[in-house]
């Protein structure tokens, strides 16, 4: 019974486990983090070109500076920017790959609250699959066979048809990415640290995309990637963020990156 | 020795960085459409706008605007109308007893919290507490703590490894302790601080300040009537934990009491104007509580609000509780206490509905029967009127 709480609980859960999670950032392998998955749903093909239109729900954004400790101190502006970049970025991107990104109208009452759940849905549903089905070795007894299948089915349900603007669209795209840059202490305690022998990371990069049908509520596409490159603070870091992000959506032609500044992509499940 | 040194070192220089920032006097952030001042603050106010977006169409959000506009009405006569117009009150159906407060002034009022206070001063109290939060920014100083902490340990870990001898680790162990400790105490310090602005609000308010101690009599009375109706031992109210977030219940009763105007004790504290508008959604907030299965607890709060008199919602709220037990002996109770609840009022459906299935279960057919028969004439739409049909011989067709 914790009376009387405010928000700032949550941080000191988190400042109780700090001394843990310090000692996890030093001795935490990147081979778990460094994987890059994405999937298609089977039998889901989208010809380059095809001139379809695409609803963008409300990114999730969120950028911050990482603090010596590690901790994640939020930051507007860069917020602010990133979500500005990140939405240009889209619409150049899918215009290139032909089609229309048209953003999700400001919605009201039970509209809000429809949009607020699969939102929410979304995200449930997609972090079961980076959870259960793309990494090797935390698999669902019951989703084992379809692994080996090269099996993708997840699906939001057919209510995402009654999302508002939904009606004009054919896909519907969310997309997340959680940022934190580290700051100049942390990158300090890193040199200091690699002098102790003591291994920090400096900086969080993560981010997910996917796109689901607006007719059945399946999901087609679904890419997630813990270590993503691209400022997203800057037009061109955005740019190349958005790229990475789109980087296996289904009929793209979207040039990958340099390999050598990239991270391997991982097979698909 | 020389990586002890380091350490002390290190640790001296980081916290007289720390002690060398002077603060600047910030307006207080309920003037007029104030706008956070700072990176940090800016930026724990744009990450708790966003959330609230998300927040506002959630689903636990009780969408009732005469209980919204209520719960807002007493803050403003708490805190008063200059300063209430800075927060967005959201009541949240979650049936245990908190409140909280976000930096940006979103308030959250747990459904619990109406259900355990017995009067406007009473909650007012408590938001008040909360809103004492938003007004001294103790999200911000919580954050800019937390990160001076970590930074601390962050640097005594590094250093600590680079000699890693007994004496090393032990010493950062016990830092490292130390850190946490503070940090818990600070936090438990912010609540005394929200706790002393809560009370000054009442204060300098219409109501009664001396309510505020009461809450936390009647709260430390349900633990100890719920400890006993589980057979633990009686909780203790004065100890603070390593890890409390808030100073204990005694303590912040009788810091309440000392706080409190003495000259204002006579005043009203609203308990029938309480009472008044919380009825209608009264028996959800019961049902809710119930559904916890903490019978001790539900026990203790139907009979606390029945200090003012019982009522047919607060007789069929316990017979559910005994019904939904049901035990043997429970059913006997319930269906006693339905009774009460129809004797008070013969139009109650649902005690009808309870009264039926406790005798039924309890094998008298015939009265059980009667009482569902009733409880269908009352309510011949309700959700469950086909299942409760099949329970009554004449109302099912002949196959």
């Known amino acids: 019974m914790l009376p009387f709480l405010k928000w700032g609980h949550v941080m000191r859960a988190i400042l109780s486990v700090l001394g843990a999670a310090i000692l996890y950032c030093a001795i935490g392998s990147s081979s778990l983090q460094a994987q890059e998955r994405s999937a298609v749903r089977q039998g889901f093909v989208l010809p380059p070109q095809s001139g379809k239109t695409i609803l963008v729900l409300r990114p999730s954004v969120r950028v911050a500076e990482q603090s010596t400790g590690g901790l994640a101190e939020p930051r507007a502006e860069w917020t602010d920017q990133a979500r500005a970049h990140i939405g240009a970025a889209l619409v150049e991107l899918q215009r290139q790959l032909g089609n229309t990104v048209i953003a999700a109208p400001e919605a009201y009452g039970e509209d809000a609250r429809t949009v607020a759940e699969h939102l929410a849905l979304f995200g449930a549903v997609s972090d079961a699959v980076v959870q259960y089905q793309f990494f090797v070795g935390n698999r669902l007894p019951t989703k084992k066979r379809d692994n080996k299948a090269g099996q993708f089915d997840w699906s939001l349900g057919p209510d995402v048809a009654k999302l508002p603007g939904a009606e004009q669209a054919d896909y519907a795209l969310f997309l997340h990415t959680d940022d934190q840059f580290g700051s100049t202490g942390r990158k300090m305690l890193q040199i200091v640290g690699a002098i102790a022998g003591v291994g920090f990371t400096s900086g969080v990069h993560k981010g997910s995309a996917g796109l689901v049908d607006l007719k059945t509520g399946d999901l087609l596409w679904l890419n997630a990637d813990f270590q993503m490159g691209g400022d997203v603070r800057e037009a061109d870091g955005a740019m190349k963020r958005v790229r990475q992000l789109l980087e296996d959506f289904p009929g793209s032609a979207i040039p990958r990156d340099a390999p050598s500044a990239e991270t391997p992509s991982g097979g698909k499940p | ?399």
């Open chain 2, 1 to 399: 020795m020389i990586a002890r040194a380091r350490l002390a070192i290190g640790l001296v220089a980081l916290v007289a960085g720390r002690m060398g920032q002077a603060e600047p006097a910030l307006p207080p952030p309920y003037a007029g459409a104030y706008q956070p001042q700072g990176v940090d603050e800016q930026g724990l106010w744009a990450l708790m706008d966003e959330e609230e977006r998300r927040f506002a169409q959630s689903d636990m959000v009780m969408r009732e605007a005469a209980l919204q506009a209520y719960v807002t009405k007493v803050l403003c006569d708490t805190v008063g109308a200059d300063r209430c117009g800075a927060t967005r009150v959201y009541i949240v159906r979650v049936p245990v007893f908190n409140a909280s407060m976000s930096p940006n002034g979103l308030m959250q009022v747990y459904s619990g919290l109406l259900l355990r206070v017995h009067s406007e001063a009473e909650l007012g109290a408590v938001l008040g507490h909360e809103f004492g939060h938003f007004e001294a920014r103790h999200s911000l100083e919580q954050l800019k703590t937390q990160r001076s902490s970590g930074d601390v340990m962050a640097w005594a870990f590094v250093l600590a490894n680079m000699a890693p001898s007994y004496d090393v680790v032990r010493a950062y162990r016990n830092l490292q302790l130390t850190i946490i400790g503070n940090f818990y105490r600070f936090g438990r310090n912010q609540e005394r601080e929200a706790d002393g602005l809560g009370i000054g609000y009442l204060n300098s308010s219409a109501l009664r300040p001396q309510a505020a101690a009461q809450v936390w009599e009647r709260l430390m009375s349900e633990f100890t009537a719920d400890a006993r109706a589980k057979g633990l031992k009686k909780p203790r109210f004065d100890r603070i934990p390593f890890y409390a977030t808030h100073p204990p219940e005694a303590e912040r009763a009788a810091t309440l009491t000392l706080l409190a105007r003495p000259d204002a004790a006579t005043r009203d504290d609203g308990a029938a104007r309480y009472r008044a508008a919380l009825a209608p959604w009264l028996p959800q907030l019961l049902e809710d509580q119930i559904k916890l299965n903490d019978f001790g607890a539900s026990e203790f709060i139907i009979q606390s609000l029945a200090e003012s008199g019982w009522t047919a919602p607060l007789w069929h709220a316990r017979g559910e509780l005994y019904r939904m037990r049901g035990a043997p002996r429970d059913l006997v109770h319930a269906a006693q206490f339905y009774a009460q609840a129809i004797a008070l009022d013969d139009t109650h459906a649902e005690a009808h509905r309870g009264l039926g299935l406790s005798l039924l279960k309890s094998g008298q057919t015939a009265p059980g029967q009667q009482a569902l028969r009733r409880y269908l004439a009352l309510k011949p739409d309700a959700p469950d009127a086909k299942l409760i049909g099949m329970m009554i011989p004449k109302e099912v067709p002949a196959p």
